[in-house]
């Protein structure tokens, strides 16, 4: 078998070392002299096996003070396939229900979220627009949180109303406050659209510079984007719901068909 390249010997090297616990957790990587140092190796070498490591989401660069090694996060596993008709699940179609604390609370981990910022859009994100089957120059009603695990930033949710569900009789999606029991039961009180299905659609990019200040993430962690379309009895798109979660805390599962609750802990013997 070749042998592997030296950097990633170096990377290998340094990852065994942070997952040891030698490198601490949260604490300031060796500087890249120390480093060329130990090694014997080149600067380029060095590099090489730093941005591998940041590639690994095990090392960030913080501007004006080096390379530090991130914490240790414990994902959460959102199920996106929740029940259409009910909403419930971690991953509900209902963006303001209670489904997503009462989740994580049973995982006993705290959750909150934030109370909504409303804005109206106009135009609308073109992505949005497609999704929502409205003209690039309508208005629609943007309704943001934040959500929170165990006070970490988990992900940033926005969810997209057409204007026509205000004229229609919906005024308090324009309301700066939850909607209680959610959402979804607002609508089908006031105007009579109900939930019918919904879509997802997961991408994957870099996060843009708020999104690093929020989550204290590097640009080289992926995060995801998921848009969510609901579409109502009349499958016309009701709403679109955005939310965008690092991929150094989240996962996800489907499930299709008639299946158990997942049983993946693995406790301190392996079992």
Do not use: C
């Not at 999704?131 to 943001?144: C, F, K, N, T």
């Not at 959402?183 to 105007?191: G, Q």
């Not at 510079?209 to 929020?214: G, I, V």
Request: glycine share 8%; charged share 25%; aromatic share 8%.
């Amino acid at each position: 078998m070749a042998q592997q390249p030296l950097y990633q010997q170096i990377a290998d090297a340094i990852r065994r070392q942070i997952e040891d616990g030698v490198l601490e957790r949260g604490r300031q990587l060796p500087t890249e002299l120390e480093l060329r140092e130990k090694f014997d190796a080149s600067r380029n070498t060095i590099r090489d096996a730093i941005k591998q490591l940041a590639a690994l989401g095990l090392v960030e660069a913080r501007p004006g003070q080096g390379t530090f090694i991130t914490s240790k996060v414990d994902p959460w596993v959102t199920t996106l396939s929740g029940d259409p008709d009910s909403g419930q699940g971690e991953g509900s179609v209902d963006p303001e229900s209670a489904a997503y604390l009462s989740e994580v609370a049973q995982g006993h981990r705290k959750a909150r979220r934030s109370k909504p910022r409303v804005e109206i859009r106009q135009p609308a994100p073109r992505e949005v627009a497609l999704r929502l089957r409205i003209g690039d120059d309508e208005q629609v009603i943007a309704r943001h949180e934040q959500r929170f695990i165990d006070e970490i930033p988990w992900s940033l949710v926005t969810s997209f109303y057409p204007m026509k569900l205000v004229t229609s009789g919906a005024a308090d999606l324009l309301m700066a406050r939850d909607l209680i029991p959610g959402t979804l039961t607002y609508l089908s009180r006031t105007i009579g659209l109900n939930q019918a299905g919904y879509r997802d659609w997961i991408t994957a990019r870099a996060p843009s510079e708020d999104e690093q200040k929020f989550f204290g993430i590097s640009h080289t962690v992926t995060v995801f984007e998921l848009y969510r379309t609901v579409f109502d009895q009349n499958r016309d798109p009701l709403l679109v719901m955005v939310s965008i979660y690092p991929a150094d805390r989240n996962q996800f599962i489907y499930n299709f068909g008639d299946t158990p609750r997942p049983q993946y802990h693995i406790g301190p013997d392996g079992a």
